[in-house]
């Protein structure tokens, strides 16, 4: 089993930053990845950053790339995501996820809400 507890939503003008932590606890050993969702109203949830907790590759959505970025400190099992020029269509509720590869099982965090107006 994997906890995740995410921190860091808030409300902020486009163009501002924020940043999301996301902490890991349990069975982390066994964690191959990492990342972020995010899911707005009435919106299916979608993929924002991932990234590889053995070797750092990381992946990002088309439409965050070049503004949020994705990092991860291995000795607080903690997982990031700066979000900067941010955008009233990045207005979403943000959940971290945690993926172990045997058995394939996803975990995620209770979620936290990112506003942006404009």
């Known amino acids: 089993q994997v906890q995740l507890v995410e921190s860091g939503g808030g409300l902020v003008q486009a163009g501002g930053s924020l940043r999301l932590s996301c902490a890991a606890s349990?069975?982390?050993?066994?964690?191959?990845?990492m990342g972020w969702y995010r899911q707005a109203p009435g919106k299916q949830r979608e993929l924002v950053a991932t990234?590889?907790?053995?070797?750092?590759?990381?992946n990002y959505a088309d439409s965050v790339k070049g503004r949020f970025t994705i990092s991860r400190d291995n000795a607080k099992n903690t997982v990031y995501l700066q979000m900067n020029s941010l955008k009233p269509e990045d207005t979403a509720i943000y959940y971290c996820?945690?993926?172990?590869?045997?058995?394939?099982?996803?975990?995620w965090g209770q979620g936290t809400q990112v506003t942006v107006s404009s």
């Open positions: 996820n945690a993926q172990i590869a045997y058995p394939f099982t996803n975990y």
């Open positions: 349990g069975s982390i050993f066994s964690i191959n990845a």
């Open positions: 990234i590889m907790t053995s070797g750092g590759r990381t």
